[in-house]
């Protein structure tokens, strides 16, 4: 089993802006799953530029999208294993919210382990095998990283999935899930050439309006409505 998933963010991970800062993906269990999720989306996302008079080469960005047209272009997604990492700003430690590095490593964590807990949901639901997987693609939108920063994220997550980790304590070792997978790479794409890159902006809008702009009613409601979507909230 090769899976591939797709991810982005929405959000500043600072409090002044809002509380909650979220990462969502979409997952693709195989090559003809992503060829027909990125047709749909291709040919909705073409009758919604027709409809707004947009250039064809202009990408649609979430934040700026009518909502009708948002929920259309969430629709496309409806049959696909979703994710979303849901960070509460509020509980993050100070030295955390102090430091740029911090910040950035609590994140990394952060996707780790919301990828980890989003494959056990899988395995629960019987949709994957953990045994099974041979390979996992990380596709995330490109942003300006070093060098650095793509190596840090890539071995938190190879010790979250593959190798184990100790706590922070150096107490207890938690050993991977996926110990014999062959291969955990991490690739950045460019959301003007990938739906799916695309795709997974709208999730992660949607899911920040909710969380930082309805009550929590509201989100049960929705939640209710989608459950191939896994939610985990953080820290």
Known sequence: MNLQIFTDESGVFDLKNNKYYILAGIII??????INAELKYRDVEINIKTNLKINNEIELKAYSTP??????????????????????????YDRIMGSKIHKQSFQD????????EFLLFLERKNLISLQKINSIIFFLDQRPTSTSGWYDLCQSIKKELKFGKYDENFLNFRPGIIPNVKNIELKYLNSKTSYLIRAS???A??????????????????????????????P
């Open 29 to 34: 269990f195989n090559k003809a799953d992503r």
């Open 67 to 92: 909502p009708k047209y948002k929920r259309r272009l969430l629709n496309t997604m409806n049959k696909y294993y979703k994710f979303g990492i849901v960070i509460d700003l509020e509980k993050i």
């Open 109 to 116: 964590y952060a996707y780790s382990r919301g990828v980890k």
């Open 201 to 203: 902006d709208f999730l």
């Open 205 to 234: 809008n949607n899911l920040f309006y909710l969380w930082n702009k309805k009550n929590t009613q509201h989100r049960s409601e929705y939640l209710k409505k989608h459950s191939e979507l896994f939610i985990i909230n953080l």
